[in-house]
């Protein structure tokens, strides 16, 4: 095995401008792959939850009947479920809210979770520097001015082991920044990633971020409806099992209802959404059809590039013709010659996964920065990191190249390298009733596959280029996207309101330094 890698790769040098042309092409193709594979896999398969995950789902409560009014839970009926049972071994609470944080200039607007203190256990991850917030600081009304930090967001901030202990601005008021969440850790999510942490405790100070009556009730009332449950069932249940347990576990939610409450409830459960908060089930929807479109794209372009290749290699072949006859001649059977040939396949998809993974680490940065931009400012891209599962792939696309591109021309070539061959010289007979039908073959297949993505591609351009230029019924000339936020310049609701009606009004209303400061970003 090892004298064919050595003249395999003595053949190689021997003709640079085909094996150049033939490592670029198909390193061209694999890190087109390999960057779109890290596309999906940071969006889709990258598991949101880091320890067993297949353990943790997603509770949900309904009321019973044919309605199945759907709503987030109270404070007491996480309560009543993270007690002891048989069901789960623990049950951990998040409240979404909205914050500005930093100050003067440089505040913004940004989503922060809130989460109960058992919350980070239950998913299996431990703070990179620093402490996560304990039971006692989520309390309610404890109101303990401590904040965790996501890994992204310390990183802006410096991301020294000496931030920890610092001041940190939340909505004008002081937090002091106590721990760091690992890299990459979402909550649960695959999109929505916070950059900020904090307990449950001051829940008063934040309020929710979908709820009309934020900071108007206590976290403890009971018909504060405002946390998003998940939990994680006993080892060995499976979703199936957990379900058929959930009903005695539902009396605990009925019997703490408030007096004027009507019907009991029940429980539900779900694996975790990778792109939902909703209060009640719901899927994925489309997005993982539209990551298996776009890894059949990319597939297309690499077997393209296969096909051209193997076409190169029947070419090739037609010249090595009388050596591949001299061969069989002097004892080598076809096994053998396919062999060879083989290894010198393996050898060029080697070098063009090699380098395909700096072209893939390259696409994958400009497909990230390109992407970024138009996501909403709530929506996180994950790091779209070559991770082990990209390098599988990467490695899976360079063998899988070998066997499209080697075998077929290969066996083809070495089933009339016969010593009847070096005495015919190749003649005009065997070369169209030869190997120059596979020629042909992968030529159809090359020619199908472009004219299929070129269709796909034509017809999305002109859908963008439609939509791009259709009247939506107003001017969009001139026009400003504005996001204000009043409370964050410490206004009261009355205030605030007043400004928001002064702005539809077309007043001026930017007198103010404080409001004037908001950000502000083109249509």
């Keep these: 095995m090892i004298q064919d890698f050595?003249?395999?790769?003595?053949?190689?040098?021997?003709?640079?401008?085909?094996?150049?042309?033939?490592?670029?092409?198909?390193?061209?193709?694999?890190?087109?792959n390999s960057a779109v594979f890290a596309l999906v896999n940071g969006v889709i398969l990258r598991p949101v939850v880091p320890l067993r995950p297949a353990e943790v789902v997603n509770v949900f409560t309904a009321r019973q009947g044919a309605a199945h009014d759907y709503r987030p839970f109270s404070y007491n009926e996480f309560s009543a479920l993270r007690e002891n049972n048989d069901v789960f071994t623990d049950v951990g609470a998040m409240a979404f809210a909205l914050a500005g944080i930093g100050r003067d200039e440089g505040m913004r607007r940004s989503f922060v979770f809130l989460t109960s203190s058992n919350f980070f256990s239950l998913m299996g991850v431990k703070p990179v520097v620093g402490r996560f917030y304990n039971e006692a600081e989520c309390r309610p009304d404890a109101n303990v001015p401590v904040v965790v930090a996501s890994y992204a967001y310390w990183k802006k901030l410096g991301g020294r082991t000496d931030l920890i202990g610092k001041p940190l601005t939340v909505n004008g008021q002081t937090y002091t920044l106590i721990g760091v969440t690992p890299d990459g850790f979402s909550g649960g999510n695959a999109l929505l990633a916070p950059d900020l942490w904090l307990p449950l405790g001051v829940y008063v100070q934040l309020g929710s971020a979908f709820s009309d009556t934020s900071g108007k009730m206590e976290l403890s009332a009971p018909k504060n409806y405002t946390l998003n449950l998940i939990a994680r069932m006993r080892p060995g249940l499976t979703i199936e099992a957990t379900k058929a347990r959930l009903p005695a576990l539902a009396k605990r939610l009925t019997a703490i209802q408030p007096p004027d409450s009507t019907g009991a409830r029940e429980l539900q459960i779900q694996t975790p959404s990778r792109f939902s908060i909703s209060t009640s089930p719901s899927d994925d929807g489309p997005v993982g059809l539209i990551g298996t479109l776009l890894l059949a794209m990319a597939a297309a372009v690499l077997l393209i590039a296969c096909l051209n290749l193997a076409n190169l290699l029947v070419a090739r072949g037609h010249a090595r013709q009388r050596e591949l006859a001299i061969r069989s001649t002097l004892g080598g059977g076809r096994g053998r010659l396919t062999r060879q040939l083989l290894t010198e396949g393996l050898l060029l998809a080697f070098a063009g996964g090699t380098v395909a993974l700096f072209l893939s680490q390259w696409a994958t940065d400009t497909l990230a920065a390109s992407l970024r931009?138009?996501?909403?400012?709530?929506?996180?891209?994950?790091?779209?990191?070559?991770?082990w599962r990209v390098l599988v792939g990467t490695v899976a696309c360079s063998l899988i190249a070998t066997l499209v591109f080697g075998v077929w021309p290969a066996w083809s070539l070495t089933g009339r390298a016969a010593a009847t061959d070096l005495k015919r010289r190749i003649n005009e007979d065997a070369r169209r009733f030869g190997s120059m039908k596979v020629g042909n073959a992968l030529v159809i297949g090359q020619v199908a596959l472009s004219v299929l993505l070129l269709a796909c591609g034509g017809l999305f351009l002109m859908s963008a280029i439609s939509t791009a230029t259709a009247d939506p019924g107003f001017r969009l000339e001139g026009g400003l996207l504005v996001e204000i936020d009043p409370s964050l310049a410490g206004y009261d609701e009355t205030r605030?309101?007043?400004?928001?009606?002064?702005?539809?009004?077309?007043?001026?209303?930017?007198?103010?330094?404080?409001?004037?400061?908001?950000?502000?970003?083109?249509?």
């Design 373 to 387: 931009p138009v996501l909403p400012v709530a929506v996180n891209l994950p790091d779209l990191d070559l991770d």
């Design 496 to 523: 605030s309101r007043q400004s928001e009606l002064a702005l539809v009004d077309n007043r001026e209303i930017c007198r103010d330094s404080r409001i004037s400061e908001v950000p502000i970003r083109r249509a």
């Design 6 to 32: 050595k003249f395999a790769f003595r053949q190689l040098i021997k003709t640079p401008g085909f094996t150049t042309i033939a490592i670029l092409t198909l390193a061209i193709a694999i890190g087109v």
